[in-house]
């Protein structure tokens, strides 16, 4: 109980998990043939799309391997994870790994379409992004942290979860099992 309490207190003070911690959460997820399954992802049910020409839907997506990044464009963390992510889709796009970026704004100059629309341009993201001004998405997923990854398999279940910057060669590694898997 007390490592939980220093480590909330650490996140709370200087904004991501202590180093000791947080390998001792992703220690499973090191090898990507033991991707514990984490149970089935909750539904997009947002409405408003970009880079796309209707809402998608997991339950559409079946067969595909989907990363959900949870994100806010005037988050530094975030942005820090976009040259690895615009990287993986278009490395891995045509072998069936679909990105999706849930913007999920923290200051309210974020919830303003337009800025979102302004920010994608900026960064050059060209996977499907999600307007998340409510939060359903964020909050269906018991997300707390930008940025996090939640990489689906092909049957909908969540087998990866990484918050914050780093861990990309183990990221991809378990992108590319899970495309390999049936």
């Known amino acids: ?103 999920y704004p923290e200051f309210s100059y974020e919830e303003d379409l337009t800025n979102l629309k302004d920010a994608i341009a900026r960064f050059d993201i060209q996977y499907p992004v999600t307007q998340d001004n409510d939060g359903a998405t964020w909050r269906a997923y018991k997300n707390r942290y930008w940025p996090t990854l939640y990489l689906i398999d092909k049957q909908g279940h969540i087998r990866y979860v990484h918050i914050g910057e780093g861990r990309y060669t183990e990221t991809e590694e378990n992108i590319k099992a899970l495309l390999e898997e049936n």
């Open 1 to 103: 109980m007390k490592r939980l309490l220093f480590a909330s207190v650490v996140f709370i003070l200087f904004g991501c998990a202590p180093r000791q911690n947080a390998q001792s959460v992703d220690s499973s997820l090191a090898k990507p043939a033991a991707l514990p399954d984490l149970g089935p992802a909750p539904e997009l049910t947002n409405e408003t799309w970009l880079n796309v020409d209707s809402p998608l839907r997991l339950a559409d997506l079946r067969g595909r391997v989907v990363m959900i990044e949870m994100w806010t464009f005037g988050c530094i963390n975030c942005q820090n994870v976009m040259p690895a992510l615009k990287e993986w889709h278009a490395k891995y796009k045509e072998q069936g790994l679909v990105i999706i970026g849930n913007h």
